[in-house]
């Protein structure tokens, strides 16, 4: 069964920090090439927040986010995780966990078209 479970959301004032973790069942998990975290807020297009390789955790971000966002991946656990520092409003979102299953050769999915399974989100929101 696929399954990705998104957690760590919340309320947080801006300068904060919080970390998102997605749990993935172990069959998603093992059959991914690719882990990302995508974010959407209210009215816009989902967007590309961040990837990283399930085998050696090599990790790729979107431009703006590089520097205060951290992605990881815990093997073991089968779980990912997002840490996000030095949190402005514009962050407010919810954000999406997702696999892709398909081996890429010297590129990251950054698409959302690109990715196989999702989660269900979880909620941040960054008071000014």
């Known amino acids: 069964q696929v399954e990705l479970v998104e957690s760590g959301g919340g309320l947080v004032q801006a300068g904060g920090s919080l970390r998102l973790s997605c749990a993935a069942s172990?069959?998603?998990?093992?059959?991914?090439?690719?882990m990302g975290w995508f974010r959407q807020a209210p009215g816009k297009e989902r967007e590309f927040v961040a990837v990283v390789t399930r085998s050696s955790g090599v990790a790729a971000y979107a431009d703006p986010l590089q520097g205060r966002f951290t992605i990881s991946r815990d093997n073991a656990k089968n779980t990912i995780y997002l840490q996000m520092n030095s949190l402005k409003p514009e962050d407010t979102a919810v954000y999406y966990c997702?696999?892709?299953?398909?081996?890429?050769?010297?590129?990251?999915?950054?698409?959302?078209?690109?990715?196989?399974?999702w989660g269900q989100g979880t909620q941040v929101t960054v008071s000014s």
């Open positions: 172990e069959r998603t998990f093992s059959s991914s090439y690719f």
């Open positions: 997702a696999a892709d299953f398909q081996r890429r050769l010297f590129t990251v999915p950054r698409s959302a078209s690109e990715y196989d399974y």
